[in-house]
């Protein structure tokens, strides 16, 4: 175990309150629950800064309301589409284009940068934060899958904190805090099993894009909403944990807990297990990322454990959600093949939104692509961007009957 991806603070170095947030992906469900929770504690947080990729109209609401020095969009046309929406008298700095989230993740003011874009597109500006020695509330898995070992140098080199937003990976956190990690024996990652978990093999073949987006028991994006019902997101974060908390991939199991509330445990060489409990709610893990190491309030009903009545707990079924086999071998084989994983299922799942493949179309071009990748360079932000965008080529020509 190589321990913890970077230094943690302890309340006298930590960044002062009120801490100034840069919110990456303000507008997706991450950065709203962030923002709730900014809203609840203006004492404690300001919003310095927010971006949005193309929801210039939400972007604008957010804006209104906390007021933030600069905002970002992904696209040129969307500044002068959001200066039209402002408030009269607020005009805030606008940058746009994928420079500015990095331009963004850097302001010598900010804080605490909150990583919440979704996929690839968050490895640059989260990489560009570590650089920049910042506190990194991390809810972008995807950094760490394509660049983990990059993140854990910058870490080193600058100081930058790591606070993980997942709730499975926050559990983690808190449940190895003040033990040597010496004495680890393994880490459980708990996966709801997605909305298919009781399914047979033909249904699951006949799967509709609206039927995988209804998450039983989580509010999220279209994207993660996917990777969780193919189990692709438990993956992602079998990888996201090794390079957290320096594993090999043999020492992270996954086991399906429908209830979704036990959200991880840790298991300890004396045979203990310690778990995190809590409602499905990412408010509890944000805010113990945006506090840290200090617990903020939250008005959240207390979790009745007398009224669940149960847990219960059940091995994956590897077999027809393949998906997580596929990020294990990925990681074990080293050379690019995390940033190969990751690109053809962001690909994949555009495509199964898009319905120009089925449900279990995702795995096998995940599969294929794997199966074609030859171990590469993949050390440095230029090459694996550069992995990620010819492996979203080649599926696309692949499907277009080119390739």
Known sequence: ???????????????????????????????????????AHPDMFSVLALAGANNVRKLAELAARFRPKYLAVLHEDGVKELLALLPPGYRPFIAAGESAYVDLAT?????????????????????????????IALANKESLVLAGDLIRGACAATGAVVLPVDSEHNALFQ????????????????ASGGPFRDKDAAFIASVTPEQALAHPNWSMGAKISIDSATLMNKGLEVIEACHLYG??????????????????????????????????????????????PLRLPLN????????????????????????LGLARRAFEAGGGA????????EAAVELFL???????????????????HAATDAGDLDSILALDRETRDRVKMTQAGLG
Do not use: W
């Open 354 to 372: 898009a319905r120009k493949i089925g449900f279990t179309g995702i795995a096998r071009i995940v599969e294929t692509a794997l199966d074609r």
């Open 175 to 190: 449940a190895l805090r003040g033990h040597d990690p010496a004495y680890v024996s393994e880490l459980i990652l708990t």
């Open 300 to 323: 959240l009903a207390p979790l009745d454990i007398v009224a669940l009545g149960k847990l219960t707990f059940e091995a994956p079924r590897e077999d027809d959600f393949p998906c």
């Open 107 to 135: 302001l010598p003011e900010a804080d605490v940068v909150v990583s919440a874009i979704v996929g690839a597109a968050g490895l640059a500006p989260t990489l560009a934060a570590a650089r920049a020695g910042k506190t």
């Open 247 to 292: 594993l090999a991939a043999g020492k992270v199991a996954v086991v399906v807990h429908p209830q979704s509330i036990v959200h991880s445990l840790v298991r300890y060489a004396d045979g203990s297990l310690l778990a995190h409990l809590g409602p499905p709610d990412m408010r509890v893990a944000i805010s113990y990322c945006l506090g840290y």
């Open 1 to 39: 175990m190589r321990g913890y991806i970077s230094r943690l603070p302890l309340v006298a170095d930590s960044p002062a309150f009120p801490r100034r947030l840069c919110v990456l992906g303000a507008t997706g469900s991450i950065g709203a629950s962030t923002l709730d929770i900014a809203g």
């Open 338 to 345: 995390t940033v190969v994983l990751n690109a053809a299922n």
